[in-house]
């Protein structure tokens, strides 16, 4: 028996007959994104209230790329640029 659900192909296309992700029906996110919409569970989520929990969510989203890797290094160049600059300059003086 064919299946009508669409799913999502790798380039974001549509495959006829295919079921979506976890075999949601347009339908079926229609009544989850409504019973979300009731639940609210937004207004009961806290977070984290210590200093260290804080601090280890705030990276949460981080993937250490090279280009921040770099942005990094860049700035600890500059640092350390910055600091010799003024120690010859109190040598010089």
């Known amino acids: 028996m064919p299946d009508n659900r669409e799913r999502s ?3 974001g296309q549509s495959i006829p007959g295919r079921p979506g992700a976890h075999g949601w029906t347009p339908e079926r996110r229609v009544q989850a994104a409504e019973a979300i919409h ?3 569970p ?3 989520s806290t977070g984290p209230k210590t200093p260290e929990g804080k601090q280890k969510v705030s990276r ?3 993937r250490g790329s090279p280009s921040l890797q770099r ?3 860049f700035k600890m160049l500059n640092r350390l640029l910055r600091e010799q600059r003024s120690r010859l300059r109190e040598v010089l003086e």
């Open 42 to 44: 937004w207004e009961r």
């Open 71 to 73: 942005k990094e290094a």
């Open 60 to 62: 949460n989203a981080y």
């Open 38 to 40: 009731r639940w609210k």
């Open 9 to 11: 192909g790798p380039s």
